[in-house]
Nanobody, 117 residues
Framework: QVQLVEFGGGLVQPGGSLRLSCHAS????????MGWYRQAPGTQRELVAE???????NYGYNVKGRFTVSRDIAKNTLYLQMNSLKPEDTAVYYC???????????WGQGTQVTVSS
């Protein structure tokens, strides 16, 4: 029943920044985890960032130090601040949520991020 909708993708030059948003139809605190994956053409989907209950945060190796995940509980919104973007960050970015006591994930529709000059 949960719906996730991403916003904020687009074209940005190398070194630039974007802020992605993911609005959930349910309370963020109802989820065990929320976060972001990305997938570029011809590549496997990779974890970008994850935030779990208690505000534990994990980042993918390739984005650590450049990206920041956060959430606004009142707005039912998850964010991904993306700084110092590189061409290799080009991908479709997907928001997800994971329920307590299950490995099932709900996914947003994805938003395209293109880093190019």
């Amino acid at each position: 029943q949960v719906q996730l909708v991403e916003f904020g993708g687009g074209l940005v030059q190398p070194g630039g920044s974007l802020r992605l948003s993911c609005h959930a139809s349910g309370r963020l605190l109802a989820f065990y985890a929320m976060g972001w994956y990305r997938q570029a053409p011809g590549t496997q989907r990779e974890l970008v960032a994850e935030i779990t209950s208690g505000d534990s945060i994990n980042y993918g190796y390739n984005v650590k130090g450049r990206f920041t995940v956060s959430r606004d509980i009142a707005k039912n919104t998850l964010y991904l601040q993306m700084n110092s973007l590189k061409p290799e960050d080009t991908a479709v970015y997907y928001c997800y949520s994971q329920d307590w006591n299950t490995e099932y994930k709900s996914w947003g529709q994805g938003t395209q991020v293109t880093v190019s000059s």
